[in-house]
């Protein structure tokens, strides 16, 4: 039986790592894969599909994912929550075996004003959750 991994992408080099890594390790262990996006834009969805196919043929081409988006709401809508509560959600509406995040240093000025979604997560959710430099 496999388990489900998700991976937290935002086309970044931290975040295009941890697909990477979670993409190897599903080759390995039969494990199925969500990449999970949060759209600023629509129109950047197929880019963004793109980009993670692209990936997944360079580091496991046997490897299929599910890719997930989600869009962002306008900052002035009164539904707007945090990309951080929106992949909390995310974990809680399906039984996910392990988070993967990319590990993204921030200076401390950074740190006292941008919210962590790793931080979120390791703080609010038990499940195993690997970071990847």
Known sequence: MSDTV???YDGGVPSRNALAFAAERAGRT???LHVYHILEDEKDAAAIR?????????????????IVFEE??????????SLAKRLLDRIDRYN????????EEHSALEELTLPS????????RSIPVLLVP
């Open 6 to 8: 998700l991976v937290a």
């Open 30 to 32: 039969g494990d199925e």
């Open 50 to 66: 793109a980009d993670v196919e692209s990936l997944l043929a360079e580091t496991a081409p046997d490897v299929d994912a599910e």
């Open 72 to 81: 962002r709401d306008q900052p002035s809508d009164s539904t707007n929550v």
């Open 96 to 103: 996910y075996a392990m988070v993967v995040l990319g590990n």
């Open 117 to 124: 979604l790793t931080k979120a997560v390791l703080e609010t």
